[in-house]
Protein backbone atom coordinates (compact mmCIF):
# COMPACT_ATOMS: atom_id res chain seq x y z
CA UNK A 1 0.00 0.00 0.00
CA UNK A 2 0.95 3.44 -0.94
CA UNK A 3 2.37 5.98 1.55
CA UNK A 4 1.89 9.71 0.83
CA UNK A 5 4.29 12.46 2.91
CA UNK A 6 4.28 15.94 2.69
CA UNK A 7 7.66 16.98 3.89
CA UNK A 8 6.86 20.43 4.14
CA UNK A 9 4.01 20.00 6.38
CA UNK A 10 5.70 16.79 8.25
CA UNK A 11 2.69 14.51 7.16
CA UNK A 12 2.61 11.35 6.32
CA UNK A 13 -0.85 9.48 4.99
CA UNK A 14 -1.44 5.87 4.88
CA UNK A 15 -4.83 4.90 4.43
CA UNK A 16 -5.60 4.27 1.06
CA UNK A 17 -9.07 6.82 1.35
CA UNK A 18 -7.22 9.67 2.31
CA UNK A 19 -3.73 9.20 -0.10
CA UNK A 20 -6.83 8.70 -3.25
CA UNK A 21 -8.66 12.31 -1.74
CA UNK A 22 -5.46 14.71 -1.08
CA UNK A 23 -3.71 13.32 -4.18
CA UNK A 24 -7.58 14.17 -6.27
CA UNK A 25 -7.14 17.43 -4.78
CA UNK A 26 -3.94 17.92 -6.62
CA UNK A 27 -4.63 16.47 -9.80
CA UNK A 28 -3.45 13.06 -9.37
CA UNK A 29 -5.32 9.85 -10.11
CA UNK A 30 -4.07 7.09 -7.62
CA UNK A 31 -5.77 3.90 -7.14
CA UNK A 32 -5.12 0.61 -5.19
CA UNK A 33 -5.81 -2.69 -7.24
CA UNK A 34 -5.21 -6.09 -5.88
CA UNK A 35 -5.54 -5.12 -2.63
CA UNK A 36 -5.64 -9.25 -1.28
CA UNK A 37 -2.44 -10.04 -3.53
CA UNK A 38 -1.60 -10.00 -6.89
CA UNK A 39 -3.09 -11.85 -10.06
CA UNK A 40 0.53 -12.78 -11.25
CA UNK A 41 3.47 -13.73 -10.14
CA UNK A 42 6.56 -11.42 -9.58
CA UNK A 43 8.92 -13.49 -12.62
CA UNK A 44 5.44 -13.59 -15.01
CA UNK A 45 6.24 -12.77 -18.71
CA UNK A 46 5.25 -8.98 -19.67
CA UNK A 47 2.56 -11.29 -22.09
CA UNK A 48 1.28 -12.61 -19.06
CA UNK A 49 1.22 -9.24 -16.82
CA UNK A 50 -0.62 -7.43 -19.85
CA UNK A 51 -3.35 -10.43 -20.26
CA UNK A 52 -3.89 -10.75 -16.42
CA UNK A 53 -4.82 -6.60 -16.17
CA UNK A 54 -5.88 -6.44 -19.77
CA UNK A 55 -9.60 -5.26 -18.36
CA UNK A 56 -8.15 -2.37 -16.32
CA UNK A 57 -5.82 -1.48 -19.66
CA UNK A 58 -8.64 -1.72 -21.88
CA UNK A 59 -10.76 0.41 -19.77
CA UNK A 60 -8.02 2.81 -19.23
CA UNK A 61 -6.86 2.99 -22.53
CA UNK A 62 -10.93 4.25 -23.15
CA UNK A 63 -11.20 6.77 -20.64
CA UNK A 64 -7.89 8.39 -21.15
CA UNK A 65 -7.16 8.04 -24.83
CA UNK A 66 -3.81 5.47 -24.42
CA UNK A 67 -3.16 3.75 -27.67
CA UNK A 68 0.04 1.39 -26.46
CA UNK A 69 0.61 -0.24 -22.92
CA UNK A 70 4.06 -1.99 -22.18
CA UNK A 71 5.74 -3.38 -19.17
CA UNK A 72 8.91 -1.85 -17.60
CA UNK A 73 11.49 -4.45 -15.24
CA UNK A 74 14.22 -2.29 -14.25
CA UNK A 75 16.75 -4.05 -11.14
CA UNK A 76 19.79 -3.63 -9.71
CA UNK A 77 21.07 -5.56 -12.80
CA UNK A 78 19.71 -3.23 -15.68
CA UNK A 79 22.19 -2.26 -17.54
CA UNK A 80 22.95 1.91 -17.30
CA UNK A 81 20.49 1.68 -14.34
CA UNK A 82 21.84 5.56 -12.85
CA UNK A 83 21.86 7.10 -16.33
CA UNK A 84 17.95 6.09 -16.69
CA UNK A 85 17.05 7.04 -13.17
CA UNK A 86 18.71 10.81 -13.92
CA UNK A 87 16.19 11.17 -16.76
CA UNK A 88 13.80 11.28 -14.75
CA UNK A 89 14.51 12.09 -10.77
CA UNK A 90 15.25 15.64 -12.10
CA UNK A 91 11.75 18.04 -12.12
CA UNK A 92 10.17 17.96 -15.29
CA UNK A 93 6.97 17.48 -16.83
CA UNK A 94 5.42 15.53 -20.36
CA UNK A 95 3.35 16.50 -22.85
CA UNK A 96 1.15 13.35 -22.17
CA UNK A 97 0.47 11.26 -19.05
CA UNK A 98 2.25 9.23 -17.34
CA UNK A 99 0.49 5.93 -15.81
CA UNK A 100 1.81 3.39 -13.86
CA UNK A 101 0.39 0.13 -12.00
CA UNK A 102 3.63 -1.23 -9.86
CA UNK A 103 3.40 -5.15 -10.44
CA UNK A 104 7.00 -5.46 -8.37
CA UNK A 105 8.91 -3.30 -6.10
CA UNK A 106 8.73 -0.04 -5.41
CA UNK A 107 8.70 3.88 -6.63
CA UNK A 108 8.73 7.18 -5.26
CA UNK A 109 6.85 9.57 -7.52
CA UNK A 110 7.45 13.57 -5.83
CA UNK A 111 4.69 16.01 -7.31
CA UNK A 112 5.29 19.59 -7.06
CA UNK A 113 2.02 21.14 -7.36
CA UNK A 114 1.36 24.51 -9.05
CA UNK A 115 0.19 26.22 -5.64
CA UNK A 116 1.33 23.78 -2.74
CA UNK A 117 3.55 21.75 -1.13
CA UNK A 118 5.51 18.94 -2.88
CA UNK A 119 3.93 15.56 -2.40
CA UNK A 120 5.94 12.27 -2.35
CA UNK A 121 4.12 9.12 -2.97
CA UNK A 122 5.71 6.03 -2.39
CA UNK A 123 4.47 3.32 -4.66
CA UNK A 124 4.37 -0.57 -4.68
CA UNK A 125 2.65 -3.43 -6.06
CA UNK A 126 -0.89 -2.86 -6.39
CA UNK A 127 -0.84 0.97 -6.88
CA UNK A 128 -2.12 2.82 -9.97
CA UNK A 129 -0.85 6.49 -10.38
CA UNK A 130 -2.14 9.22 -13.37
CA UNK A 131 -0.03 11.86 -13.36
CA UNK A 132 -1.48 14.44 -15.76
CA UNK A 133 0.22 16.18 -18.86
CA UNK A 134 1.84 19.56 -17.83
CA UNK A 135 2.23 17.92 -13.79
CA UNK A 136 5.40 19.03 -12.73
CA UNK A 137 7.21 15.84 -11.21
CA UNK A 138 10.61 13.62 -10.65
CA UNK A 139 10.44 9.83 -10.04
CA UNK A 140 12.67 7.43 -8.40
CA UNK A 141 14.00 4.33 -6.74
CA UNK A 142 13.41 3.31 -3.03
CA UNK A 143 16.32 1.39 -1.16
CA UNK A 144 15.33 -2.10 -3.66
CA UNK A 145 15.87 -0.26 -6.77
CA UNK A 146 13.30 -2.42 -8.32
CA UNK A 147 10.42 -1.44 -10.28
CA UNK A 148 7.97 -3.56 -12.62
CA UNK A 149 5.47 -1.65 -13.98
CA UNK A 150 2.51 -0.93 -16.58
CA UNK A 151 3.21 1.56 -18.67
CA UNK A 152 0.10 2.85 -20.61
CA UNK A 153 1.01 5.90 -23.57
CA UNK A 154 -1.16 8.09 -25.50
CA UNK A 155 1.31 8.43 -28.51
CA UNK A 156 2.97 4.90 -29.43
CA UNK A 157 6.34 6.89 -29.49
CA UNK A 158 6.30 7.43 -26.01
CA UNK A 159 7.11 10.70 -24.16
CA UNK A 160 9.83 13.04 -23.38
CA UNK A 161 10.32 15.00 -20.24
CA UNK A 162 10.70 18.51 -19.87
CA UNK A 163 12.81 19.77 -17.67
CA UNK A 164 12.09 23.05 -15.46
CA UNK A 165 15.87 23.41 -14.13
CA UNK A 166 13.82 24.18 -10.87
CA UNK A 167 16.78 22.39 -8.98
CA UNK A 168 13.17 21.42 -7.05
CA UNK A 169 14.31 17.48 -6.65
CA UNK A 170 17.97 18.78 -4.57
CA UNK A 171 15.59 19.36 -1.30
CA UNK A 172 14.03 16.08 -1.03
CA UNK A 173 15.43 12.75 0.04
CA UNK A 174 16.35 10.84 -3.79
CA UNK A 175 15.69 7.22 -2.20
CA UNK A 176 12.56 6.13 0.26
CA UNK A 177 14.17 3.62 2.48
CA UNK A 178 11.58 0.84 3.58
CA UNK A 179 12.36 -1.78 1.10
CA UNK A 180 8.98 -3.35 2.32
CA UNK A 181 6.07 -1.45 3.60
CA UNK A 182 5.32 -3.90 6.16
CA UNK A 183 8.55 -2.88 7.78
CA UNK A 184 7.28 0.91 8.64
Not at 30 to 36: H, I, K, L, Q, S
Not at 42 to 58: F, G, M, Q
Not at 120 to 143: N, Q, S
Request: net charge negative; glycine share 8%.
Amino acid sequence: MATLSIPEEDTKITDPREITDYLAGIGIDYERWDADGLRVGEDASEEEILEAYSAEIEQLKESGGYVTADVINVSPETPGLDQMLAKFNKEHWHDEDEVRYIVKGHGLFHIAPEDGPVAAIEMEAGDLIRVPRGTRHWFDLCADRTVRAIRLFQDSSGWTPHYTDSRNEEGYQALCFSAVSSER
